[in-house]
């Protein structure tokens, strides 16, 4: 097995591409692959100060990697979730990662922070624990982005989770989710822009970089994470994808290209109609936000409007880039 571009030995094949790669060219692969995203979507401008949500997966290390590796401004933000050993465990993947790389490194932590946990937030809100759990996190990043000032709030979904999400979408007809599933998510009252720069490479990729550069990630999976439609629905594009390479990458670029516009109109009409929480501040269609409302629930605590609880800024150390 070659290399495409020096015919040294390879240590990948990217069926998608049709290719194989040496290390040093897979990993060049991989930053020219974020790089084509955030050009043709516009993802960073020069001078932004980029928050990269960090969850100590492969996804989120390696996004953070390629962009301190392209010289932009960015920071980490780890959200500590209270699902015991897997939160533990995740918690240091990013906090080595911080100081290997010499990064800051903000976090937040529900138990301490907000009085919850999301085993126990998602059974007393009666949600599934990743519905509750994707709420949560939605509501802390934007709120971490917006209370240290990023421009940009970038996220380490691949193509894998956009395509299983567009699966989803589409499975169930759900227009004004098509119509906010893009790689970019301008920024408005209350919300950072926010960007997907890893949406041209595929799972399988992002864990491969991380090996390569010797990046120590959480290779166990979530606890909560069984019975979660999302699995079911990559497994399914899995096995498409194993008959019919490119099939996830030509399913959601295509719809990018031909089929997202058409959903817009209604996912713009819903935004139009957001008011400020009463109990946080933060965006919502009700008196008193989602996430709120959870908190409420839960036994937890979110002080009106101010950062009492937010994020405390951490340095960690600087170490060798
Ligand atoms: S699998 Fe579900 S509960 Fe676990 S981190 Fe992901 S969204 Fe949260
Ligand atoms: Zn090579
Ligand atoms: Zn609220």
Not at 14 to 21: I, W, Y
Not at 60 to 82: N, R
Not at 250 to 267: C, K, M, N
Not at 289 to 305: M, N, S, T
Request: charge should be negative.
């Amino acid at each position: 097995m070659k290399c495409r571009v020096c015919r040294g030995p390879a240590v990948i094949d990217v069926r998608r591409h049709n290719a194989n790669f040496c290390v040093e060219h897979f990993v060049k692969l991989c930053r020219d692959q974020v790089q084509k995203a955030m050009r043709e979507w516009s993802m960073i401008q020069p001078g932004d100060k980029v928050l990269v949500a960090v969850s100590g997966g492969k996804d989120s290390l390696a996004l953070w990697d390629i962009l301190l590796d392209l010289g932009y401004d960015v920071s980490g933000l780890y959200v500590g979730l209270g699902i015991g050993d897997y939160s533990d465990a995740s918690a240091t993947h990013a906090r080595e990662f911080a100081v290997k790389r010499g990064a800051e490194l903000i976090e937040v932590d529900l138990p301490s922070d907000y009085g919850y946990d999301i085993p126990d937030g998602s059974r007393a809100a009666r949600r599934a624990p990743c519905s509750a759990c994707g709420m949560s996190k939605r509501h802390v990043f934007d709120k971490a982005a917006l209370d240290g000032g990023f421009d940009v709030l970038a996220t380490g979904h691949n193509l894998d989770d956009e395509a299983a999400v567009l699966f989803g979408n589409v499975l169930h007809w759900q227009t004004d989710y098509l119509g906010r599933q893009l790689p970019v998510l301008p920024a408005r009252d209350g919300f950072p822009r926010k960007v997907k720069p890893l949406v041209r490479l595929a799972e399988r990729e992002t864990a491969a970089y991380c090996v390569v550069r010797g990046i120590d990630y959480l290779v166990e999976e979530c606890p909560m994470a069984a019975g979660n439609r999302h699995l079911s629905y990559k497994e399914a594009l899995n096995v498409v994808e194993s008959t019919s390479p490119g099939a996830k990458h030509d399913f959601y670029f295509g719809f990018l290209a031909r089929a997202s516009e058409r959903f817009q109109a209604e996912a713009e009409t819903d935004r139009e109609d957001l008011l400020a929480c009463l109990q946080c501040g933060a965006p919502t269609t009700t008196e008193v936000c989602a996430f709120c409302r959870l908190v409420e629930r839960a036994g937890g605590h979110v002080e009106p409007g101010g950062p009492a609880h937010g994020p405390q800024p951490v340095t960690l150390g600087r170490g060798p880039r």
